[in-house]
Every structure is written in structure tokens, then in C-alpha cells.
């Protein structure tokens, strides 16, 4: 006897019993499922990006969980990189970003789900849009960085960055507060000071930057942390020219 016979048996003898077709309505449902080879697609958090949709199987225009053809999005998990949410290479050195195609893809990725693009949805589809919409920004911003890029990388190798770490380097010590104290002397009126302070600063970083690139592909953490901690405090300064220049 077939398997979906046998299940309408059953269903029949279980009415007459007492007990209504129940039986009969949700094995019919699974006897379904199961010929069809479908499986339930999580619409919550995904652990794995796909090429297709896991609900109509149509490819999808970005890496991003978000399916125009039939309006399936999700979220993703965090153990998903935001290399790999972009579309960029986290292998064989995860530093080295290309930032005029991570641009390219981040307008890609806002324009598909951006909340803006799910308002007529339902409003558990708009409210998965804004969650990965926040992601795609969270990841863009962490990216395109070099410092919160490195402090990404350190994290996911199991290495937390604090605000409270300090400079090991005497040498570089003098030098910031050297700059600090150029930054808060300059007139009013004078922003060419600020550009020449601006651009000796911008020369540190470019030569750390590369140190830090080198560091992360030979695997040494621990001194890509104090590279890091580094790129923090010339970051400092960087932050505190553009206050002076935004005020004059």
C-alpha cells in the first residue's frame, strides 16, 4: 500500500474514532514536503550566504539574503564577515580592501534592502530590511576604516582592542603629544598650519598602514595589536585637525 493510502487510512479510521481529520490534512502536507525535497527557509538569521534564493531558488543580484523575485529577505548571523557580506575577499590578508569597490558594493546593497524598498511590505519584512540595512551600513563604516578595519580583524582572531590601551613607544609618545600641542597653539586663520601638520601625520599613518598589512598577513597578532593601538592615536590626531579646521 502507498505511503500517502496508508496516511488516509489512518486519518479515516482516527475521524471515525472521534478524533476529526486532522491526521489526514497535515500527513498529506508532509508526504508533500518530503516528495518535493522543500525545506523550511529561516526568514530570521542566516549562517551562510548562497548564490540563490533558499526560498524560489532564483539567483540573487548581491551577496546579501534578499530576493527580489519572490520577496524573501532575512538577517544574517554574526559569524558571517563583513567581507563576505560585501562581496570582498577576506583571504589570503582580510587588511587589504579595495574601498572603491566596497563604495560600489554598499550602493548595491542599500538600494535592494534599504527599508525604503520594503515600505509596502509586511512589517516583519520591514523590520528585517532595517536590521540588514544597519548591518550592510555597520559593515561598510567598519570597512572602509582602516582603523576600525584592523580592530574588525583583531576582534574576530579573538583579540579585543580596549580605550584604555596605552602606547608602549616613548618615541611616538613625544611625537603625539608634540602634535597636540601644535594643533592647540595654531591661530585662527591659519588652517595652512593645520594642512602641513595634517599632512605629516597622513605620511605616518600611509607607513603604518602597510606595517600593519604585513603584520596580518604573517598571522602575528600580537604585534598587529600594538600596530593597531598605534593607528589609534595617529587616528587622534587626524580627528582633532578636522575639529580645528571645522572651527575656523
Partial sequence: MSRLRQLARCSLLTSRAGHGPVCLRAGFRSVLQSNQSSRPVSTKHIMSLTKTCPSCEALLPTRLPVCSACNW???????????ELMGLPYSPNPFVVDTALLKRRFLEAQRICHPDAWATKTEPEKGRALELSNTVNAAYKTLKSPLHRIEYILKRNGIETEEADQLDDIELIDEIMQAREEIDSVRPGNPERLHGLRNQNDAKISRLIKIIEDLVAKGDWRETKSAAVR???LDGIEQAIRRRLQDM
Fill in 73 to 83: 529577505i532575512a538577517g544574517v548571523h554574526d559569524s558571517i564577515p563583513y567581507h
Fill in 231 to 233: 593607528l589609534k592615536y
